[in-house]
């Protein structure tokens, strides 16, 4: 068994779509980033190829490609979970905690999990997924920015 960690925030900013957890969600502002900047799904995929010692996101999805370009991160995370699996890897479970005053996350959490789940062929009982605001602290306490944090066990 092995532990990864993963964690990923963007800024928010006008003129983009919000997607979180794999959906899109309205809102104002969206994610800043080379592809869809969906911080929950980059930090999943950065727990499990941390936990299976193999780098990060960025090495594997380079934001200087074109190809990964406003990429659909659901991708990303597929194309992750081929990764893993090819090594004999398998997921245990993911806990994940998305830090955000805005908007509001709980009522989405359900879609998250189940978009999240078929992505990865995972059952949905072994996808955590929490919400909560920093208290109006810090970056995302400003409405500038949302994060990620995830936690995940591996099996091989």
């Known amino acids: 068994m ?7 925030v963007h800024a928010l900013t006008e003129g983009r779509e919000l997607w979180l957890g794999g959906i899109r969600i309205e809102h104002p502002y969206g994610l800043m980033g080379h592809s869809d900047a969906d911080v929950l799904i ?10 299976a010692n193999m780098r990060d996101i960025g090495y594997h999805f380079p934001d200087t490609s074109g190809e990964y370009k406003d990429i659909d991160s659901k991708i990303l995370l597929r194309e992750t979970m081929r990764i893993l699996r090819e090594a004999g890897f398998e997921v245990g479970n993911i806990d994940a905690t998305i830090a955000a005053e805005q908007p509001k996350l709980n009522p989405h959490i359900p879609e998250m999990q189940k978009i999240l789940t078929e992505v990865m062929r ?13 208290e109006k602290l810090g970056f ?3 409405c500038e920015g949302i994060a990620a944090y995830v936690v995940v066990l591996i099996d091989r």
């Open 2 to 8: 092995r532990i990864g960690f993963g964690y990923d």
């Open 42 to 51: 980059h930090a999943i995929c950065d727990a499990l190829l941390g936990a």
């Open 122 to 134: 995972i059952p949905i009982h072994d996808l955590s997924i929490k919400a909560t605001t920093t």
């Open 140 to 142: 995302t306490g400003r």
